[in-house]
């Protein structure tokens, strides 16, 4: 389920440690491919995971959907992000791109309502409530436009500082600060309904 995360410190120093498996499978070589596939494969599914919840039920095509992507997008992949937060990006994308597929989300509700169905006086710590919250995020993010929803994710979801963030979107800082100053202007008017997503407002503004 969405869960928020501590700012980790991601710096981007130095050449890219799997720069030289990158070349390579730009070369054609499918040794290369499949070696970066398992490098890779872990840093998409936690994100995966972290957006979706580990019983998603398209966890694993999106997690081959989200590799295929990345491999086709080396020949405009930029060295100046690291290759994991460029994988973190394609996933967050990939999540999103899920959480606004009409097939996927009304499958989801179905099992949320026949879940809440079985709850019999649910407590607050519950796990009715985290259900009940995760449901409310994800409508929350496919409210939201394209970018204003991966910026809320890196940041409040994954825990990303915004310089870190712009770095994996590829955009300016500001512009980054302008994305979720908006998101959490939509967020205020939710909250008047669900103080619930008041957590998500505690986002850390600092760049670092």
């Not at 070369?27 to 290369?32: E, M, Q, R, S, T």
């Not at 026949?114 to 607050?124: K, L, R, S, Y």
């Amino acid at each position: 389920m969405l869960a928020l995360a501590a700012p980790r410190s991601m710096h981007h120093a130095g050449p890219d440690p799997l720069e030289g498996e990158i070349r390579a499978a730009l070369d054609g070589d499918l040794a290369a491919a499949r070696r970066l596939c398992v490098e890779l494969g872990p840093v998409a599914l936690r994100t995966l995971r972290r957006l979706l919840g580990a019983s998603h039920p398209d966890l694993e095509d999106l997690l081959q959907d989200t590799l295929i992507a990345v491999l086709d997008g080396l020949p405009d992949f930029r060295s100046e992000s690291s290759i994991r937060h460029y994988t973190r990006r394609v996933a967050t994308l990939r999540a999103l791109e899920a959480l606004r597929n009409s097939r996927t989300r009304s499958r989801k509700l179905e099992v949320l309502a026949a879940d809440e169905a079985h709850q019999t006086q649910p407590g607050p710590g519950s796990a009715f409530e985290a259900r009940r919250r995760e449901r409310l995020l994800h409508e929350l993010l496919g409210s939201l436009s394209e970018a204003q929803a991966q910026t809320l994710v890196l940041t409040a979801v994954l825990g990303h500082s915004l310089a870190e963030t712009a770095e994996i979107l590829g955009v300016p800082l500001n512009t980054v600060r302008g994305r979720l100053q908006t998101a959490k202007q939509a967020l205020r008017e939710r909250i008047l309904v669900h103080p619930e997503l008041s957590e998500l407002l505690e986002v850390d503004e600092h760049e670092h």
